[in-house]
């Protein structure tokens, strides 16, 4: 029995032929961009009516295949049949019938969509495989994950310092410490973080429903336009949360590192570790002001100095 990785590889080669037989050239890349917009429905026959059902399916298509790229996969683009169904069956919330097709058995629905993905039915059970240009449009985001899943957890202190943008105080980078701290008013010269606002995260709620409406049941839509706008986590469904909290990340740290960039802060000190304790900071702080007093000192201020002689003695060893 041909094995899955030979399979893909002989239907890769056949549709590269193919191509070529028919003058076309290789697809453009999608514009770069942390999570790209679904590719264009594309009807397998002239004339055919795109319908949102159509949309629909290929949207719980690419989210299948997210799911095999984000688990590590070699081959990734492409899967058992029965698989990709299941996939689909969790993306949908069970609501994908093949009946809505007109069709009695999976494989029967897959051939409607030749642009999207092959079926290879001579191998058993049958082997699935996302067409190229799709297969990009997947990498692209696995991309933008992989970029932000590479720092680990966002460090609390930065994250508040993105998104806690009601509190009072004006969030600023203490370079000392190397940590961001909420000051009710800053003494310039300050590095102020990029804190968000209302209409920021608004926008970012906008254009993560215009990347995942397509893929949701009418019933689970209803509630978007009331999340969008007043942002309660319990309006957004619950196949989107974890979505969402990999897209408000990557923007936090889209944030974060471009605020970096321009002030020169090391992404290094912003990407390991967690930030320092809150005694560690304190020692750190206390430092820094007692350094700027004694630079500030007259002579006669240091000489009524009280330093302890252990201390004295440890410098000098």
Known sequence: MPSVRSVVARHSQQQDRAAQRGGLGPAAPPEPGPFPTTLPFVPDHPGEETTALDTQLQSWVLGAFRQARAAGKPDWYMMLAGVLKNRILQLSGREFREENF???????????????????????????????????????????????????????????????????????????????RPVPDPIPPVIRMPTADDGVVHQWREEFVSHHEGALSPASQGNLAEWISKGRATLLPPALKREWSAFIKSKVLYQISQWANENGVSLRDLHEGAAPTSRESEVVQLRALLTRVINSMTLEELHQLHIPISVVLRTQT
Do not use: C, K, M
């Open 102 to 180: 007109n069709e009695e058995s999976f494989l029967g629905v897959l051939r409607h969509f030749p642009h999207l993905i092959s079926v290879d039915s001579s191998h058993r059970p049958p082997v699935v495989e996302l067409a190229p240009e799709f297969r990009r449009s997947v990498e692209d985001d696995a991309s933008a994950r992989q970029l932000t899943q590479s720092a680990g957890r966002i460090r609390r202190d930065l994250w508040d310092a993105v998104l806690d943008y009601r509190r009072p105080e004006t969030w600023v980078w203490d370079d000392e410490a190397q940590v961001a």
